[in-house]
């Protein structure tokens, strides 16, 4: 008798934002957040693969479980973690993430390609900027976007 099964090899690349892209995340405790959030991941039965942020936006690569939603996951991630950060009271100001996320879909053959990608966040970032880098994933990714949407400034 053949049994059925589900199968699955899911890779998101996550890409969020500190609240009005203040640059809050600094080295070292990034290191200790980093390892924070791949924990919540490994907790929800996901497979964290790559984690790297900048002092304003943070990128995640994981193996997700088809049995939780990317919102609930994303949800759970930037809620646990911005509790954690305020609790080590690791900025002088309470963080906050900016509303939404990025989720792109990753092929399993491009995985060490975007790995290398987070892994080179600081390089990258010499030469351009997180809008333009944000705005550039949801063009490559053909995503239709409202350009009054995609940022939050302070009022």
């Known amino acids: 008798m053949i049994r059925s099964n589900t199968y699955t090899r899911l890779h998101i690349?996550?890409?969020?934002?500190?609240?009005?892209?203040?640059?809050?995340?600094?080295?070292?405790?990034?290191?200790t957040l980093h390892k924070y959030i791949a924990g919540i991941l490994q907790q929800l039965n996901h497979h964290?693969?790559?984690?790297?942020?900048?002092p304003d936006h943070i990128h995640i690569l994981a193996g997700i479980n088809p049995t939780q939603s990317i919102s609930d996951?994303?949800?759970t991630v930037k809620k646990e973690s911005c509790l954690f950060i305020n609790r080590k009271?690791?900025?002088?100001q309470k963080f906050q993430w900016q509303e939404g996320y990025g989720a792109?879909?990753?092929s399993h053959m491009h995985v060490p390609i975007i790995t290398n990608?987070?892994?080179r966040q600081p390089?990258?970032?010499?030469k351009i900027s997180f809008e333009d880098e944000y705005l550039m994933l949801l063009k490559k990714n053909q995503i239709d976007y409202n350009a009054a949407?995609?940022?939050?400034?302070?009022i």
């Open 104 to 106: 792109f879909s990753v």
């Open 123 to 126: 390089q990258h970032h010499t």
């Open 48 to 54: 964290p693969v790559s984690i790297n942020s900048m």
């Open 89 to 92: 009271k690791f900025t002088s």
């Open 117 to 119: 990608y987070i892994i």
């Open 13 to 31: 690349h996550f890409v969020f934002a500190v609240k009005y892209r203040q640059a809050l995340i600094q080295y070292p405790w990034s290191i």
């Open 73 to 75: 996951l994303m949800r």
């Open 149 to 154: 949407y995609v940022f939050h400034n302070p």
